[in-house]
């Protein structure tokens, strides 16, 4: 209440009670519009009911204005009206995700069931036929419409009865989405649904028939065992899926149906499920797309593989007959053939050569019948075939596709290689000369090098790339090296010198780890490139042409080396338990799984470690008194020899000035990178005995649980670190007595013929036949054996060092069985080679004497009378 002498009064009015409140106006200002406001004294009846007197005759006339209280409010407002909104609407979005959950799961489950039908579609029809594959999932219907006549599932020579055609139009796509379909195939398959008979064999009804023209094809890799022990697992299944991958190409363009590959084994037939009557001349042409294939791929994955890749050849072999074909059911079941067919096939193949195509009297007279005898050729000698007895064998030859074929053919030439094309120049590869197959080899075994070398470059700059983008420098010590004087023009310094107890390697840098950078994304400079494979061409050209110690032998230990660097790993690590990774690797490897200049150096040694080999041991070119035996004092002489022509080929800065700053770009990463190369190639010297006591007492001292004095943990770390690539290279360089049997038996071969070829020529003292055998047998004993050993010991190799033990073992064993019969063998080659060179070297006087031809006689007769070796004139 107010009047309008500026007076006011508060109250409160709840129902007939009033409770003053105060003076002035108290109201909540938040009701201000919601006011109602009369004036006293107007209306006689209010006037008189309040005091009975007249209000409004006063001085000062009374207002009243009533205000709602927040009592009045919260009484009379509520939100449950916009609560519930809310949840209705919160109940239509959940139903809503629900549904739209439910709808993205069960798509996405649609979608791995269509991806599952269509593996397993893709699975079944490289296991299957079609008719077989048809079969195998109507199979129930075939069980219940009853079994007088066969069901609508029989088959006869591949063709279904009745209206089975019709039925199956739809193929596999008409019941691969049915409930059940998988279970079904799967319970038919390995009979998992208990349906026996009371000898529990299966009530099914087998899946077999007899198809009468058929022809059978086994094909082998001829050395793919003695190859493969070469080899990392990943490498091995490389070139399997690669080659029978392209196999399945073919098979597919001709109408061939590849039945399996067992090991190196492949087996395919023409003629079933469905009829062929040129089923001879389809398998005739898809061997000969095999072997084209085959030369094609193994040449092109050599780059990546290795040497003897592109060596590697096919035997093929083809018979003709009838054949069991059917489904044998059971745990992994597969679509199989049996009969006397499948085994002359096997035996064709086993009895056969390397690169060619032997098929039987029955195949042979098949294709003369088809007009196409001029593919045959009789092989000269029948063949013993197991359980067959003298067998008469054919060649098949065929020369060229015709036209059509070569233009509809996806078979694709390997540019820039002289032997692709082997029609273009030379006819036909058995006429290719052996000069030419050389270089070519010789060509890629410098493509394999620099491509492993590069890789092992692009290791350097990612790991430079890391440091970097860290702000950091790219190695320890920050001046530029010093790289402009050969250490041979250092007077009184040589390699030997240099060789040191302890290699240091960098200390784990976590930078280099959080910066990773994928070496593979790497692009090294173009200059880089074709510098690094101009040198790697030119310590190719300074390899003599010795039958052991040559630019191969370098490959191979390469090769080797690069293997065991792959297995430098500690098996043990959990690695899903450890929280530091990369620490963890580096301090297991001793810090050589983190230094990428080391790994470089390892390779790039056994790249060089033989340069300019004469051929003959040191002690020879001491007695012989060669100037470089002065040279390096008489000790280790071609190993320093080789380190001081590979290394001052290097320091070229104009030649090899960018591979340079790649390799290193410090000094410390030069003085570390020289350091390794030289304790390499010095530890391929086994002879020397200071280097034996060396390498003895830094394994004792590396791996005995004794503390060295002086030593702190680092160095300790970097002696176990420099024992292990050390051995690393010496395994390597005779790798070739810790591989297979067949590995050995040629490596073996080629070392006698060069010391023999020596001893020949004067410049050995002992005839090598005379000691071969048993020196053998010791030095198995004395050094491979115990080197594999250690390989074990250092105990980051994984399961290689047991490889290597093992190949190791069981060589000694083959050797001491069948060494003396092989040293027998090399001898009696050497003699008959010598008494044909002694015939033509006779016919050519002869000759000369009637006076026929004096310039052709004088030439041949220096090419007989010249000092040859077995290796290196192809006996």
Request: charged residues 25%; negative net charge; contains cysteine.
């Amino acid at each position: 209440v107010h009047n309008e002498c500026g007076q006011s009064f508060s109250y409160e009015v709840s129902g007939k009670e009033t409770t003053f409140l105060g003076n002035g106006d108290l109201h909540s200002s938040s009701f201000d519009k919601t006011v109602k406001t009369i004036q006293l004294g107007k209306d006689e009846a209010l006037s008189e009911a309040h005091s009975m007197l007249p209000l409004d005759k006063g001085y000062c006339p009374y207002h009243l204005s009533v205000y709602p209280t927040k009592d009045m409010r919260n009484s009379y407002v509520t939100y449950a009206p916009i609560v519930d909104v809310f949840l209705v609407f919160l109940v239509f979005g959940l139903a809503c995700g629900v549904f739209f959950t439910y709808d993205l799961l069960v798509e996405r489950r649609q979608k791995v069931v269509m991806d599952q039908a269509m593996q397993s579609t893709a699975i079944v029809s490289s296991l299957f036929p079609e008719a077989v594959r048809d079969r195998l999932f109507n199979h129930e219907n075939e069980h219940g419409d009853g079994e007088g006549d066969g069901g609508r599932g029989s088959m006869t020579n591949g063709n279904y009865s009745g209206d089975e055609a019709e039925d199956n139009a739809g193929g596999l796509s008409s019941v691969m989405f049915e409930p059940a379909a998988k279970t079904r195939l799967k319970s038919f398959l390995t009979d998992s649904d208990g349906d026996q008979g009371p000898l529990g064999c299966t009530n099914h009804k087998p899946i077999a028939d007899l198809f009468p023209n058929c022809t059978v094809l086994f094909a082998d890799i001829s050395g793919f065992t003695a190859w493969s022990s070469l080899r990392d697992p990943a490498q091995v299944f490389t070139l399997l899926e690669n080659i029978y991958s392209s196999f399945d190409q073919v098979a597919r363009k001709r109408g061939v149906f590849k039945v399996e590959t067992v090991g190196d084994s492949y087996v395919a037939v023409t003629g079933l499920p469905d009829p062929q009557e040129d089923h001879v001349v389809v398998m005739s042409k898809f061997a000969r797309d095999c072997k084209n294939k085959m030369n094609e791929v193994t040449r092109k994955l050599e780059l990546t593989l290795g040497p003897d890749t592109g060596d590697l050849r096919m035997r093929f072999g083809l018979h003709s007959g009838p054949v069991t074909a059917g489904v044998l059911r059971g745990e992994r079941s597969r679509f199989q053939l049996f009969g006397d067919t499948v085994n002359t096939a096997a035996r064709m193949e086993s009895t056969g050569e390397r690169d060619r195509i032997q098929c039987s009297q029955a195949t042979a007279d098949i294709l003369k019948e088809e007009g196409k005898g001029h593919w045959l050729r009789a092989r000269d000698k029948k063949v013993h075939a197991k359980g067959k007895g003298e067998m008469q064998t054919y060649w098949i030859e065929i020369k060229s596709a015709p036209k059509d074929e070569r233009r509809n053919s996806d078979h694709s030439q390997l540019s820039g290689d002289v032997l692709q094309d082997k029609s273009a120049i030379w006819g036909g590869e058995e006429e290719i000369p052996e000069s030419v197959t050389q270089r070519a080899k010789h060509q890629r075994l410098i493509d394999y090098n620099v491509d492993l070398l590069g890789h092992h470059l692009k290791r350097i700059v990612a790991r430079r790339n890391a440091l970097r983008m860290a702000g950091r420098r790219c190695s320890q010590g920050g001046l530029p090296p010093v790289v402009h004087e050969p250490s041979t023009e250092v007077e009184g310094t040589v390699p030997l010198d240099e060789v040191t107890e302890v290699i240091r390697l960098p200390q784990f840098d976590a930078t280099a780890i959080k910066g990773y950078v994928d070496p593979d994304s790497t692009e090294l400079p173009p200059a880089v490139m074709s510098q690094l494979k101009r040198y790697v061409s030119v310590i190719g050209a300074m390899y003599r042409q010795n039958p052991f110690h040559n630019f191969e032998h370098a490959s191979h230990v390469v090769m080797s080396v690069n293997k065991l660097l792959q297995r430098v790993v500690e098996p043990k690590i959990d690695f899903k338990k450890s929280q530091n990774i990369a620490s963890d690797l580096h301090n297991y490897t001793f810090g050589i799984t983190s230094d990428a200049i080391a790994q470089f150096a390892v390779v790039f040694a056994a790249l060089i470690h033989d340069v300019d080999h004469w051929g003959v041991s040191n002690n020879q070119l001491m007695q012989e008194g060669a100037p470089m035996a002065d040279k390096y004092n008489n000790k280790s002489i071609a190993e320093q020899n080789s380190v001081d022509l590979a290394w001052d080929l290097l320091m070229d800065a104009d030649e090899y000035g960018d591979l340079q700053k790649c390799i290193f770009t410090t000094d410390a990463e030069y003085k570390r990178f020289r350091q390794i190369v030289v304790n390499l190639v010095m530890a391929t010297d086994i002879f020397d005995k200071e280097l034996g006591e060396l390498r003895k007492t830094r394994w004792a001292k590396a791996f005995s649980k004794e503390h060295v004095e002086g030593d702190d943990d680092q160095d300790s770390e970097n002696r176990k670190a420099t024992v292990v690539i050390e051995h690393i290279m010496q395994a390597s360089d005779v790798a070739h007595t810790m591989q297979h049997w067949h590995v050995y038996q040629k490596w073996n071969r080629r070392l006698f013929d060069e010391l023999y070829t020596a001893w020949r020529a004067g410049r050995m003292g002992q005839d090598p036949s005379t000691f071969w055998y048993q020196g053998e047998m010791s030095f198995f004993d004395g050094y491979i054996i115990p080197l594999a050993k250690k390989l074990k010991d250092c105990g980051v190799f994984g399961v290689a060092s047991d490889e290597c033990l093992n190949y190791a073992i069981d060589n000694r064993k083959e050797w001491e069985a069948k060494g003396q019969m092989i040293v027998s063998e090399i001898i009696s080659d050497y003699e008959q080679r010598d008494k044909e060179d002694a015939l033509r070297a006779q016919r050519a006087v002869e000759q000369e004497q009637n006076g026929g031809g004096q310039n052709g006689v004088r030439k041949k007769k220096n090419r007989f009378s010249r000092r040859r070796s077995l290796i290196t004139t192809g006996g």
